[in-house]
């Protein structure tokens, strides 16, 4: 006589299982969404204080394969914040108040493994690597975030914006790839990778500017 023994899941390894497997699309559908993140901006403010408008901002960005590996073949990269602030006209074109630029070059050092990071008011060259604040860290991450922050950044003064009227801080930051090697500007030229670009605008109430 054959005898035939028929295999039963309990109910609850079969709840567990579910459960196991909808946790894990729910995190495999949250990794995915946080990849296809388009550059932005996580905070951007002004404040008002001593008589002069400082600039708050928070990027999210992640850098394209391609940039990553310039730079960690000891190519710089560098960055460009912008700020705007215009006064509207009925009349006539809006009035240009303020215009300031901020520079942020990150580079890979071999010999010591780690990663500079300066920042400047002027165009960041060979012979002006000095100049400005220059920082180091341990990772590119590490780097990467000292870039995305811009804390109190000094964009204008009380006498800049004393015209009055309705005013508009419109802020801009990019990849500089005008600033790469001859080589790699022809190279990155229409590329998507080095296209990057992020920008806001802040209608300035009484309180934040005038």
């Not at 010591?112 to 060259?125: K, L």
């Not at 002006?128 to 341990?138: F, I, K, V």
């Not at 995305?148 to 003064?157: D, E």
């Amino acid at each position: 006589m054959a005898f035939s023994m028929r295999c039963c899941r309990s109910p609850r390894l079969e709840a567990w299982l579910a459960g196991a497997l909808i946790a894990l699309a729910l995190l495999a559908g949250l990794a995915s969404a946080r990849a296809a993140q388009p550059p932005g901006l996580e905070e951007l403010r002004v404040e008002q204080a001593g008589g002069e408008l400082f600039l708050f901002a928070q990027m999210r960005f992640e850098l394209a394969p391609s940039v990553e590996d310039a730079l960690r073949k000891g190519i710089p990269v560098q960055f460009v914040a912008e700020v705007r602030v215009t006064r509207e006209r009925w009349y006539w074109t809006d009035e240009r108040l303020v215009q300031a630029r901020r520079y942020t070059r990150i580079a890979y050092q071999p010999l010591t493994r780690r990663w500079r990071v300066n920042t400047s008011s002027e165009p960041i060259t060979g012979t002006a690597l000095g100049l400005g604040l220059t920082q180091y860290h341990d990772s590119l991450a590490e780097a990467l975030a000292a870039v995305q922050r811009i804390a109190g950044w000094r964009v204008a003064s009380a006498e800049d914006l004393a015209a009055g009227g309705r005013q508009v801080l419109q802020f801009r930051f990019r990849l500089d790839s005008s600033q790469l090697p001859r080589t790699f500007q022809l190279g990155a030229v229409g590329q998507a990778d080095w296209q990057l670009s992020i920008e806001r605008r802040i209608d300035l109430s009484p309180e934040d500017g005038q």
